[in-house]
C-alpha cells in the first residue's frame, strides 16, 4: 500500500503570511494527489487535484504543485478561515490514502 | 447543490453490528462512485471502503476487509456500509463521499483516479460496552 507523510504536523501562522505544507508518498504516485481542508464539525473541503488543478470555488490563494512523491501546497496571504486540518491523499483504481494531517492555526 | 445526508450511526457494542446509510440529492447518482472515509476522536482521515458505478467493484481498507461491506442501491440513490464484529477502533465519525475521476491513459489501458469532490457532514459511530 501506498503510505502518505505530511510536515508539519502543525504550525502558526499570522494573517497574511505564505505557508507550505509538505507531502510525501512512499513511491511514485505521478501527480495523481489531492489536497483537503477540514475544519472541526463541518465536511471536509476539496481544494486541489491533480497536484496543482484548483477546484472550483477555492480562492487562488491556495495553490499545489509536485510530482512523483514530494508535493507541496501552498496558501498565500493568509486569512483567518483558513484555519482547520490539511491533507493531502492518494487514490488510484483500487484504495486510496489520506496523510496524518497538518493543523494550521493563526497567530 | 449536491447534498450527501449520512445516517445509521449511534452507539453499538463489541461484535455488534451497524449499517450506514448515505442518501444523495440533486445528483444522477448512478454516474457516480462513492466512497465512505472515518475520523477516529483525535486522529486523522482513513479511508475505509469505495464502491464504482453498478456497485459490482468494491474496495476496501485493510483494517476494514472482511468485516465491512459496502453496497448501494442505485434507485433509492443511497449507498450503505453495513458494519460487523465491531472494534473500539472503530468507534469514528463516518464521512461518505462522492468520488469524481481523473481518467489518464488510452483505450484499453485506462487508469482511474479519485478524489472526493462532495462529502456529507458524517454520523457518529461509537463501540463500546
Known amino acids: 500500500d501506498i503510505q502518505m507523510t505530511q510536515s508539519p504536523s502543525a504550525l502558526s501562522a499570522s494573517v497574511g503570511d505564505t505557508v507550505t505544507i509538505t507531502c510525501r508518498a512512499s513511491?511514485?504516485?505521478?501527480?495523481?494527489l489531492a489536497w483537503y481542508q477540514h475544519t472541526p464539525g463541518q465536511a471536509p473541503k476539496l481544494l486541489i487535484y491533480?497536484?496543482?488543478s484548483l477546484e472550483s470555488g477555492v480562492p487562488s490563494r491556495f495553490s499545489g504543485s509536485g510530482s512523483g512523491t514530494e508535493f507541496t501546497l501552498t496558501i498565500s496571504s493568509l486569512q483567518p478561515d483558513d484555519v482547520g486540518t490539511y491533507y493531502c491523499q492518494q487514490s488510484n483504481s483500487y484504495s486510496s490514502t489520506f496523510g496524518g494531517g497538518t493543523k494550521l492555526e493563526i497567530k | 447543490e449536491v447534498q450527501l445526508l449520512e445516517s445509521g450511526g449511534g452507539l453499538v457494542q463489541p461484535g455488534g453490528s451497524l449499517r450506514l446509510s448515505c442518501t444523495a440529492s440533486?445528483?444522477?447518482?448512478?454516474?457516480?462512485?462513492m466512497a465512505w472515509v472515518r475520523q477516529a476522536p483525535g486522529k486523522g482521515l482513513e479511508w475505509v471502503s469505495s464502491?464504482?458505478?453498478?456497485?459490482?467493484?468494491?474496495y476496501y481498507a485493510d483494517s476494514v476487509k472482511g468485516r465491512f461491506t459496502i453496497s448501494r442501491d442505485n434507485s433509492k440513490n443511497t449507498m450503505y456500509l453495513q458494519m460487523s464484529s465491531l472494534r473500539a477502533e472503530d468507534t469514528a465519525v463516518y464521512y461518505c463521499?462522492?468520488?469524481?475521476?481523473?481518467?489518464?491513459?488510452?483505450?484499453?489501458?485506462?487508469?482511474?483516479?479519485?478524489?472526493?469532490?462532495?462529502w456529507g457532514k458524517g454520523t457518529t459511530v461509537t463501540v463500546s460496552s
Open positions: 440533486r445528483i444522477t447518482f448512478s454516474t457516480y462512485a
Open positions: 463521499a462522492k468520488e469524481r475521476a481523473t481518467i489518464s491513459g488510452v483505450v484499453p489501458n485506462l487508469h482511474y483516479y479519485y478524489y472526493m469532490d462532495v
Open positions: 464502491v464504482r458505478l453498478r456497485g459490482d467493484s468494491t
Open positions: 513511491q511514485s504516485i505521478s501527480s495523481w
Open positions: 491533480d497536484a496543482s
